[in-house]
């Protein structure tokens, strides 16, 4: 068998009827020549006219020996005719259609030049003078026993009767084999070596990483906006628990449903539990926005201070927890001005049952009183989540498609999640790059993965977050103020070329294009973690950590 390049006919080709004469001619060539026989298909090639302009051809097959030369074939299968008054090459395929086709030799001669020029320019090339011929092959066609032209002589075609007798001792006749012209010398194995670099040299160009989290940080934000119509539909629900998975939009329905409130000349508070997501919802919504935005215990601690109330220290027990959830009531009792006519809670999974008397004090009963309240729906951490105040009505709402995700993070993140079906509808994206090192490697590895995200993969620093388990693991792996090359800060407002290092806990509620996830024992311990971590990227994930940790989150019991 020849040695094929390809080694077999891509599916297009197979799938082609305009190439079923191309396919019985790689056919007859694999099966029946040995292996001194080279065969190249479909190769095309870029030239230059005198003038420098380029021209761009394709020779159907180059057919090489080391101990000859090379041969540049052109393929016309059906009946093949010449017109010599108007330069027409026609061909009529087995229903009786004609086709205009170029003129074979001339594709032929060109291609075997073109290719005589580009050896000389090939690095694996030693120059010398070669056996370089050029012929067509229509294997539908029987021969008129003559030349059919002065620049056309009969021995340039295989005709049927060749090509289904003695295909190989036409190529050898058409070769001149085995005899030499004066000066000529064989291809040789490093003049094929060289054909085989010209001709079949494999490649492979990488696309940068940041591209395509790019692309598909694309397609995750243009799905947002088509999520605000479920605000539209509730705009008559006063009051609404509205739960759903990572990645559902909770954060940003509740941004939106505080601006509309607001902007409806209603006296608007938004309130989580995580102090960086409060920061960050300020700094999305605007300071013209109209809505108060502020972190559970700071609303406790303004109101309680703005009603002349005493607030006790955070660090005296239970002073945060107990003490500050009443005195918010008192506060609101004291001075009913204080008090809202929307109030929109995020994260309200974080919120433990005995806070919500004082949620719903805050409310002014006089007025719209419109209370949402946006949580996760994981029962397989968030359990308490069902012990939302139940005495003030509010309508249970699911959000069933995760819009912040790619599929695979999704799916990633979805193994630790336990709850109503939630159906991903963002790209597919990049796998999930799952990166096993020793403990005692963790620390340079994720040194090494942030320069190649930074680097070689183009993401810039600050649309990466890197999250730990604990504040000690974050000490212990970044003591100083940069890691891979890159100033780092908590988070908080994105800074050009800043990555973001902190704890899971406090990036909870918020996002990036791309995480990097320290997978340790600390995170394991805490089954919320994982699921929080998991879910942060946007576009691109990855996880750093031993076998055994890898093993644990990637296959949660």
């Given at each position: ?71 540049a ?12 008054m ?71 075609f ?48 990488r ?70 997501l ?40 239970d ?53 949402y ?27 069933g ?41 963790l ?22 977050a ?68 998991l ?23």
């Amino acid at each position: 068998m020849a040695v094929m390049w390809p080694r077999a006919l891509p599916d297009e080709v197979l799938r082609n009827e305009l190439r079923a004469a191309e396919r019985k001619v790689y056919q007859r060539l694999r099966d029946e020549l040995d292996d001194s026989w080279t065969v190249f298909y479909s190769r095309p090639w870029l030239g230059l006219t005198p003038t420098g302009q380029e021209i761009d051809g394709e020779c159907d097959f180059v057919v090489a020996r080391a101990d000859s030369g090379f041969l540049a074939l052109e393929v016309k299968g059906g009946a093949v005719s010449f017109d010599p008054m108007s330069e027409t090459w026609l061909s009529k395929d087995r229903w009786g259609i004609r086709h205009k086709i170029k003129n074979p030799v001339a594709q032929a001669m060109s291609s075997k030049y073109q290719l005589l020029k580009k050896l000389k320019d090939c690095r694996a090339w030693t120059p010398h003078r070669i056996r370089a011929q050029h012929g067509v092959i229509l294997p539908d066609c029987q021969g008129v026993g003559s030349d059919l032209g002065a620049a056309m002589p009969q021995k340039l075609f295989c005709f049927l009767k060749d090509f289904e007798g003695s295909l190989e001792s036409w190529l050898k006749a058409r070769l001149g084999m085995p005899s030499f012209e004066e000066g000529e010398e064989p291809l040789g194995r490093q003049g094929l070596a060289a054909l085989e670099e010209l001709l079949a040299r494999p490649f492979s160009l990488r696309t940068p990483l940041a591209h395509l989290v790019a692309e598909d940080d694309a397609a995750i934000q243009s799905l947002t906006p088509g999520q605000f119509r479920i605000l539209t539909q509730l705009e008559e629900v006063p009051k609404a628990a509205v739960s759903g998975g990572a990645g559902t939009g909770k954060t940003l329905l509740a941004m939106e449903k505080a601006r509309r409130c607001a902007a409806a000349g209603m006296r608007t508070l938004l309130t989580c539990f995580n102090r960086p997501l409060a920061e960050h919802v300020a700094r999305t919504l605007g300071p013209d926005s109209g809505v108060d935005v502020m972190t559970f215990h700071a609303l406790c601690r303004r109101k309680a201070e703005a009603a002349g109330l005493t607030v006790p220290a955070p660090a005296e027990p239970d002073a945060m927890d107990e003490r500050w959830p009443e005195l918010l009531m008192h506060a609101m009792e004291a001075r009913r001005e204080l008090r809202y006519d929307a109030v929109v809670v995020d994260e309200g999974q974080d919120f433990r049952p005995h806070w919500w008397p004082a949620v719903d004090s805050v409310l002014d009963s006089t007025g719209s009183a419109l209370l949402y309240v946006f949580l996760d729906g994981n029962q397989r951490i968030y359990k308490e989540a069902a012990s939302l105040p139940r005495d003030v009505g509010l309508i249970p709402i699911r959000l069933g498609e995760n819009l912040r995700n790619t599929k695979r993070i999704h799916d990633a993140a979805g193994r630790h999640y336990a709850g109503h079906p939630i159906l991903p509808i963002g790209p597919e994206g990049v796998l999930v790059d799952w990166r096993e090192v020793s403990p005692a490697e963790l620390k340079q590895a994720l040194d090494a993965c942030v320069a190649r995200c930074v680097g070689q993969e183009s993401i810039p620093a600050e649309h990466i977050a890197v999250l730990f388990a604990r504040e000690q693991e974050r000490k212990v792996m970044v003591p100083g103020e940069q890691l891979g090359g890159r100033p780092i800060a908590p988070c908080g407002p994105l800074r050009k070329g800043v990555l973001t290092v902190d704890t899971i806990r406090r990036f909870k509620g918020l996002e990036r294009p791309v995480v990097i996830v320290v997978a340790d024992q600390s995170l394991l311990a805490d089954k919320e973690l994982a699921y929080v971590a998991l879910s942060r990227a946007r576009s691109h994930l990855i996880v750093i950590g031993s076998k055994e940790c890898l093993a644990r989150i990637r296959e949660p019991e």
